[in-house]
T-cell receptor, first 114, second 111 residues
Framework: DGGITQSPKYLFRKEGQNVTLSCEQN?????MYWYRQDPGQGLRLIYY???????QKGDIAEGYSVSREKKESFPLTVTSAQKNPTAFYLC?????????????FGPGTRLTVL | GENVEQHPSTLSVQEGDSAVIKCTYS??????FPWYKQELGKRPQLIID?????GEKKDQRIAVTLNKTAKHFSLHITETQPEDSAVYFC??????????FGTGTRLLVSP
């Protein structure tokens, strides 16, 4: 299961703290995505990036921020402004930012706010 | 924007039976419809997809059908096996760049 990795697997945060989730890929993919997965709500798009130094808000971007300084990396910061951050976070990548390009997912990070 | 509804939320079948999961979408401009499978504790993986110019696509025991007029598409699994137990997500394209996912169906195949 190489190709796209996320760390850590589990993350605990106190209320009011920012936390950064790591996502790295060695697939030479241009496009990267962050999704949030909650029970009964499927996968919801937080942010996505077409290329280095470019990213766009998804459907639920409030309280989150991202950066894309390197092609391989797309870290997600969950800020204290995110009102309900406890969730499972999935990173994905695809060859290009096209809807019909297969998205390859990382193993996910489970964030719990204490 | 696109809205995708998926039913049922849970589905229990006996090994060897068929399973059908249905999704409806709202945007008539959507033209790509993938299905992802997420086994327990693992990452989602693409299992089959269909484009709007095709009505049906098969890959061994799985098939997907698309009805553009009614704006719905379905995943069919025949001769189910315990290893088919997983959460299945449908999705529909929104514009040229994004996917909108359904809420998922938990399939349980009992031996």
């Amino acid at each position: 299961d190489g190709g796209i990795t996320q760390s850590p697997k589990y993350l605990f945060r106190k209320e009011g703290q920012n936390v950064t989730l790591s996502c790295e890929q060695n697939l030479n993919h241009d496009a990267m995505y962050w999704y949030r997965q909650d029970p009964g709500q499927g996968l919801r798009l937080i942010y996505y990036s077409q290329i280095v130094n470019d990213f766009q808000k998804g459907d639920i971007a409030e309280g989150y921020s991202v950066s894309r300084e390197k092609k391989e990396s797309f870290p997600l910061t969950v800020t204290s402004a995110q009102k309900n951050p406890t969730a499972f976070y999935l990173c994905a990548s695809s060859i290009a930012l096209l809807a019909d390009n297969e998205q390859f997912f990382g193993p996910g990070t489970r964030l719990t706010v204490l | 924007g696109e809205n995708v509804e998926q039913h049922p939320s849970t589905l229990s079948v006996q090994e060897g039976d068929s399973a059908v999961i249905k999704c409806t979408y709202s945007d008539s401009a959507s033209n790509y419809f993938p299905w992802y499978k997420q086994e327990l504790g693992k990452r989602p993986q693409l299992i089959i997809d269909i484009r709007s110019n095709v009505g049906e696509k098969k890959d061994q025991r799985i098939a997907v059908t698309l009805n553009k007029t009614a704006k719905h598409f379905s995943l069919h699994i025949t001769e189910t096996q315990p290893e088919d137990s997983a959460v299945y997500f449908c999705a529909a394209s929104e514009g040229f760049q994004k996917l909108v996912f359904g809420t998922g169906t938990r399939l349980l195949v009992s031996p």
